[in-house]
């Protein structure tokens, strides 16, 4: 049977920035591992909707020799055809079975990894996690094959690590809550390279990292116990001050009023002593206090707090920190009576969130108005729609 012509039938078509998440999932790994091109193209046409004749335009086939490779009669197996093809996909040649003797290639790509890690760090932070996503994912596969053939040196290992907890890092952004997961898996991944590594500075942020994409993914218990272990490791207090926050954050979570109480109050002393960041300052603090006295049943200390107003920013703070505020101080406002202030902040949240594709923001939304607030509600089920649409393959 010939392989249909699209794989979505819904209609939608997801644009590669938005589809390229699905090259992290278990399941695209799986396909990738294969090493066998037919079932790379199904894949890859699945993943952007794309018929055998567009990506054989693509490709510069027509739509007959994409068909025969899919089904298995005819082989592509010439190197520099092969290296066209990778490239064309956005893939690593690896995949292909595809490796250059001099290895004059992948010393480019440990001389620029790094690079292209700071680089989407910097664009997850800016409110692109989506483009972090579509960096960071043909590294972390090239580095993965090239691992998987026997090539472990110490600083492509390295590199392994620090883009997987990228790609983790920035998926837990994009995704909903029914796939944060993936993020978790990418950000766990990393914890099996650094371990060679015996660096605390290094163990502390692949601990912390992963720490908060098991909070997101709902594996609370799990969540504070590494997020406990980063704290304790921490070798200097930028270290320790950088993990605070989400450990408050994840024992608000799970209802531990002492443990947020002490991480709180420490993370809020260290802002005197180490340099401000997206997530160490006034700002992000005031917001995981908030959500911390919630969910540790002290509503009307929330309340309190919140009717004081936030802080100045200190620091240049992340867009999403923004679209976070807003869902929980409207959060705070429903809880004191204000449905119409709590209204506005959340529609002023979904449509942040919206812009920065958020869908994990929009499922708190859609939580927070708890089915009293139609107008965030409504908003917030559009928004997650239209998301879900573009994820859609």
Do not use: C
Not at 122 to 138: C, D
Not at 182 to 201: G, I, M, Q, R, Y
Not at 242 to 268: C, K, Y
């Amino acid at each position: 049977m010939a392989v249909p012509e699209s794989n979505n039938p819904s209609g939608e078509r997801p644009s590669a920035r938005h589809a390229a998440w699905r090259w992290a999932t278990p399941e695209a790994q799986a396909v990738l591992a294969t090493r066998d091109l037919a079932a790379i193209l199904r894949f890859y046409r699945r993943v952007h909707g794309h018929s055998q004749t567009e990506t054989g335009a693509l490709l510069g086939y027509d739509k007959t020799y994409i068909s025969a490779i899919e089904l298995g009669k005819r082989r592509l197996t010439d190197v520099t055809a092969l290296r066209y093809v990778a490239d064309q996909l956005s893939l690593p040649s690896h995949v292909l079975g595809v490796t250059d003797p001099a290895d004059t290639d992948f010393r480019a790509l440990v001389q620029f990894g790094h690079s292209t890690v700071r680089l989407a760090e910097i664009a997850r932070q800016a409110g692109h996690a989506s483009e972090a996503v579509a960096e960071l994912w043909p590294l972390v596969a090239r580095l993965e094959a090239r691992a998987k053939d026997g090539h472990t040196e110490r600083e492509a290992l390295r590199l392994l690590a620090d883009a997987r907890l990228g790609l983790g890092t920035a998926l837990g952004n994009v995704l909903p809550e029914e796939r944060l997961s993936t993020a978790a898996h990418w950000t766990a991944k990393s914890l099996d390279v650094v371990a060679f590594f015996n660096e605390p500075a290094l163990t502390t942020t692949a601990l912390r990292m992963h720490g908060n994409e098991l909070r997101k993914a709902g594996l609370l218990g799990s969540a504070v116990n590494r997020l406990i272990r980063a704290a304790s490791l921490a070798p200097n207090r930028t270290s320790r001050a950088a993990v605070l926050p989400l450990l408050a954050r994840a024992a608000g979570a799970i209802g531990d009023a002492l443990l947020f109480d002490n991480a709180i109050q420490e993370a809020r002393a260290l802002l005197n002593e180490v340099d401000h960041t997206s997530l160490v300052n006034p700002v992000a603090l005031y917001e995981i206090e908030l959500r911390g006295l919630m969910g540790t049943g002290r509503t009307r200390v929330a309340i309190r707090r919140a009717e004081e107003g936030a802080p100045a920013p200190s620091t240049s703070v992340a867009p999403q920190w923004r679209v976070i505020e807003l869902i929980t101080t409207g959060r705070v406002r429903l809880l004191a009576g204000d449905h119409q202030g709590a209204t506005e902040l959340l529609v002023g949240a979904v449509r942040e969130a919206r812009a920065q594709r958020l869908p994990h923001q929009l499922q708190r939304v859609l939580r927070a108005a708890g089915g009293t607030l139609p107008a965030a509600t409504d908003a917030a089920d559009q928004a997650l729609s239209k998301l879900r649409a573009e994820m859609a393959a």
